[in-house]
């Protein structure tokens, strides 16, 4: 007799979101909801391959009886939420968010919608001065990757994807606290020296170039650096037989960069260093 395995449903509830109902799963979150709505509501540290971590509160919104606003990426939804988002209260937030970051850390690298929603908010450069903005030496240690930390948001996504949601090797993670708080190898000792198999999984990730390959670095210090002159060649990893989709960003007749693409159903995004960095012999002109 054939077994027939039939998916248990899954429960519907309908919540508000800025007046309008709407129905979703219940495994739905409010992210998903607002965004199901319509409603254009900003993340960061948020990435759909990792799991939600609330660590930039860029995505609050305002829930009906509840005192504090809430972060919507981690938040379930529940039958009856009355949910706005973007009241003065999440505006003002949301505004703030942005300006203290802004204060702190070089955002100079961030993508064209972080970009967008800085300016919808009015957000006001270096608000708060230089008092407390990261200073620190870019880490070069290899010819794979570099570290500014001065463009780091302390988003985790980086060390979620080396972690458990990607890589499961624990290389980096946080250290210290409050202000000086980092992400960093273990005694912060140096990348060769560490935990790291060079996936670049946390290069993949990162949302602000704080972390980047070094052929990119190197590049931007020269001014060699022109994406309006790449194109972008997605392949099929040779390396092995698990059929990684590649990315592979060409300037100039040359490899600069190699991603996979984040709905990609083998990666998510995710390779390893063979697919990620082991290109250099394509463009070798030994003979
Ligand atoms: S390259 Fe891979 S192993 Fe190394 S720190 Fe990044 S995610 Fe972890
Ligand atoms: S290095 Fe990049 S991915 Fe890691 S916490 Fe900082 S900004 Fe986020």
């Known amino acids: 007799m054939i077994e027939q395995r039939i ?36 993340t ?19 829930v009906a009886g509840s005192r504090t606003l809430v972060p919507s990426c981690s938040r379930m939804v529940e039958e009856g939420m009355e949910v706005q ?5 999440v505006q003002h937030t949301r505004r703030m968010v942005y300006e203290l970051l802004d204060s702190t850390v070089d955002l100079s690298l961030v993508d064209d919608e972080t970009t967008r929603q800085m300016e919808r908010y009015g957000v006001r450069t270096n608000r708060f001065g230089d008092g407390y ?33 990607a890589q499961n090797t624990f290389a980096i993670d946080v250290a210290g606290r409050g202000l000086t708080s980092t992400i960093a190898t273990e005694y912060d000792i140096t990348l060769p020296d560490s935990a790291c198999v060079y996936c670049g999984n946390c290069v993949g990730v990162c949302p602000t170039g704080a ?52 709905d990609h159903e083998v990666t998510s995004g995710h390779l390893c260093i063979k697919g990620r960095f082991g290109y250099a012999h394509i463009q070798s002109e030994s003979p």
């Open 211 to 262: 972390l980047m390959f070094t052929s990119e670095y190197r590049m931007r210090e020269s001014g060699d650096w022109d994406e309006d002159r790449q194109t972008v060649t997605t392949t099929i990893c040779t390396f092995c037989g698990v059929g990684c989709n590649l990315e592979l960003h060409v300037q100039d007749n040359r490899i600069v960069k190699v991603t996979s693409p984040m």
């Open 133 to 165: 903005r990261r200073t620190e030496a870019v880490k070069i240690e290899d010819d794979l990757y570099v570290r500014d930390y001065e463009k780091c948001i302390m988003c985790y996504r980086c060390v979620a994807a080396c972690g458990p949601d």
């Open 44 to 62: 960061l540290c948020y990435l759909e391959t990792l799991t939600p971590f609330n660590s930039c509160r860029l995505c609050v919104v305002e």
């Open 7 to 42: 998916a248990d449903p899954v429960a519907t509830v309908t919540v508000t979101i800025d007046g309008a109902p709407v129905t979703m799963p219940e495994t739905a979150t409010l992210l998903e909801a607002s965004r199901a709505a319509g409603a254009d509501v900003p």
């Open 85 to 89: 988002t973007d009241s003065d209260r």
